[in-house]
């Protein structure tokens, strides 16, 4: 989650909700996402389509973080010079709440001044018709969002697209059904 200000716009990476998706994941797929929440209030964070675990969350160093991370977003975001998270880290990681523990969530806390690692497990979008409705299933690239809960946070941004693929990491419509977007 990125603040340039205080009291301004929140984004994810510093990139506009309505800028392209920038984040291809492959169906089928495993990631590990981390929400990186140097601002002093906690987030809930929800992922539309998926269900995912919480591995831990890590208090890091966030006035530090933020400094090198804008340098970076303002010396043209070069990959060689991005913020190594790493070095931030202020402790060890900390085990999810009792109950997050081998549950399932669609919407995750964010601490303020942390990390929050979640696990998304085969990220496969629903292809067939949903409720009985034709033409209602997904098609790749698929496109979902995950968002901020606050309703206020949310309306001011902080959201944005991510995009499953092929399993050949293809990024190109196949031309059926509506372009291939999901929600």
Request: include cysteine; aromatic fraction near 10%.
């Amino acid at each position: 989650m990125y603040q340039h200000e205080l009291y301004r716009t929140m984004t994810f990476n510093a990139v506009p909700y309505m800028e392209p998706s920038q984040d291809f994941i492959k169906e089928g797929s495993t990631e590990i996402w981390e929400y990186i929440n140097p601002n002093h209030d906690a987030h809930p964070m929800h992922v539309h389509l998926v269900n995912f675990q919480v591995l831990n969350r890590q208090p890091i160093d966030t006035a530090a973080y933020q400094k090198d991370y804008d340098k970076w977003i303002y010396g043209g975001r070069k990959p060689k010079d991005h913020p190594v998270l790493a070095n931030y880290f202020t402790g060890p990681p900390i085990p999810p709440n009792p109950d997050e523990t081998l549950s399932y969530k669609d919407t995750v806390k964010a601490p303020a001044q942390m990390v929050t690692r979640i696990i998304i497990q085969e990220f496969i979008p629903p292809k067939r018709d949903i409720a009985s409705i034709p033409n209602s299933g997904a098609e790749l690239p698929a496109t979902y969002i995950h968002h901020c809960h606050l309703l206020e946070h949310e309306d001011d941004g902080l959201m944005r697209p991510w995009t499953i693929v092929g399993r050949d990491g293809d990024h190109h419509d196949s031309g059926h059904r509506g372009g291939g977007h999901g929600h």
